[in-house]
């Protein structure tokens, strides 16, 4: 695939356009993080997929982090309904009742991505989901966690019916990698 996105380290194989519209100027200032609930290649699939009606700007590989963009961040990607407007999607390979496709590959790559994202638009690394209850809590069953945080899962956003994430994911981990602090050993 051609390196042509928005991201120096992201191949790049658009969605189509009958996926994915135009942001109307509004600038992103969140990140959300997903869970494909899939395999790499069947999600770049269902996103080429018109009538999918789906879409992520990016999309991370378990086995080795690999980046592909399919959205230009410039554009609305359809991947967290109500928030597409302001939000950068990324998507991770696997599914959210197996902690096996976490894997550190992934998380280092997702984490600098997002980190890259942050500097571009100006949004704080700071601001990253880090309780401790951030994997067990949806928007909806909670008094809306983390309303003021720029990077979330799709759970933790308002009108969503996915889980994602999920319980398995390590927002501890992935907010010390976005702000760059050096996680302790086990």
Known sequence: HLRSGNDPF?????????????????????????????SFAGTIAWFQYCPSNVSCHYLV???????LQMVDEADRAWHVGTENNYTIGIEHEGFVSNPAWYTDSMYVSSAGLSRRIAVRH????????WWLWAAAT???????????????????YPNQTHTDP???WNWMR???SMAQIPTPPD
Not at 16 to 22: D, G
Not at 61 to 67: A, E, F, I, T
Not at 122 to 129: E, F, N, P, S, W
């Open 166 to 168: 999920g319980l398995h």
């Open 174 to 176: 992935y907010a010390r």
């Open 61 to 67: 590989r378990s086995s080795d982090g690999y980046l």
């Open 122 to 129: 100006g949004i704080d690394t700071l601001r990253t989901a």
């Open 10 to 38: 992201a191949a790049w194989n658009p969605a189509p356009s009958c996926n994915y519209n135009s942001r109307q100027g509004v600038p992103p200032t969140a990140i959300t993080v997903h869970t494909m609930q899939g």
């Open 138 to 156: 949806q928007y909806r069953y909670a008094f809306r966690p983390g309303s003021c945080t720029r990077t979330k899962g799709h759970q933790h």
